[in-house]
């Protein structure tokens, strides 16, 4: 019984210590914004940075919209919030379970989770941004400067255990696109 309460206490003591530093480093809600880009539809929506941000500071915290076990996938169910936030999350499509899947991010092991503005992030294998969580929480941390007005992305793979063309592989099996960026490009032209 004594194990049970010290094991919580030193929870709750470094949950503590954790949101003391997550308010010292923490940029907050209004330190990027979604942008809809009107003139390519496949691009769609992107999320750029409002002002400079520091390497190593949170730029975003945020709790899931959904989550749910990845083995019943297809048996998920929303509530009418719920579902309207998913139907405006990309891909354009009205089947409400696809959209969860390509949007989730996997919190542990079984346990997927959908982000409303955080899956609004576009993929890169450069990224300037990574994240991780703190109980279902995402958390997003610039893994470098980030200039104002400069797209802000993660990575939706392991991106340094995979050469060019596995990475491609991934991306278009798993989202359906072939990315672009600044790694990609300069690993095929050195091809």
Same mark, same amino acid.
């Given at each position: 019984?004594?194990?049970?309460?010290?094991?919580?206490?030193?929870?709750?003591?470094?949950?503590?210590?954790?949101?003391?530093?997550?308010?010292?480093?923490?940029?907050?809600?209004?330190?990027?914004?979604?942008?809809?880009?009107?003139?390519? @539809?496949?691009?769609?929506?992107?999320?750029? /940075? &409002? $002002?400079? *941000?520091? +390497?190593?500071?949170? %730029?975003? =915290?945020?709790?899931?919209?959904?989550?749910?076990?990845?083995?019943?996938?297809?048996?998920?169910?929303?509530?009418?919030?719920?579902?309207?936030?998913?139907?405006?999350?990309?891909?354009?499509?009205?089947?409400?379970?696809?959209?969860?899947?390509?949007?989730?991010?996997?919190?542990?092991?079984?346990?997927?989770?959908?982000?409303?503005?955080?899956?609004?992030?576009?993929?890169?294998?450069?990224?300037?941004?990574?994240?991780?969580? @703190?109980?279902?929480?995402?958390?997003?941390? /610039? &893994? $470098?400067? *980030?200039? +104002?007005?400069?797209? %802000?992305? =993660?990575?939706?793979?392991?991106?340094?255990?995979?050469?060019?063309?596995?990475?491609?592989?991934?991306?278009?099996?798993?989202?359906?696109?072939?990315?672009?960026?600044?790694?990609?490009?300069?690993?095929?032209?050195?091809?």
């Amino acid at each position: 019984m004594k194990y049970c309460i010290v094991t919580k206490i030193i929870i709750v003591c470094v949950l503590i210590i954790i949101l003391i530093f997550c308010s010292m480093y923490f940029y907050g809600k209004n330190s990027i914004k979604i942008v809809q880009n009107a003139n390519n @539809i496949t691009y769609g929506r992107y999320t750029i /940075a &409002t $002002r400079f *941000i520091p +390497k190593g500071c949170i %730029i975003s =915290i945020e709790n899931p919209i959904i989550t749910y076990n990845s083995k019943d996938q297809h048996n998920i169910f929303y509530n009418s919030y719920q579902k309207k936030l998913i139907m405006n999350l990309h891909p354009v499509t009205n089947d409400i379970n696809h959209k969860c899947h390509k949007n989730a991010f996997v919190i542990s092991d079984d346990i997927h989770g959908v982000f409303y503005n955080n899956s609004m992030i576009n993929h890169s294998c450069d990224p300037n941004v990574h994240y991780c969580f @703190i109980f279902e929480n995402i958390v997003m941390v /610039a &893994t $470098r400067d *980030i200039m +104002k007005d400069e797209e %802000i992305t =993660i990575s939706y793979i392991d991106y340094l255990k995979y050469d060019l063309n596995d990475r491609q592989n991934l991306l278009k099996k798993g989202w359906d696109f072939t990315c672009e960026c600044s790694r990609c490009k300069m690993e095929s032209s050195v091809k």
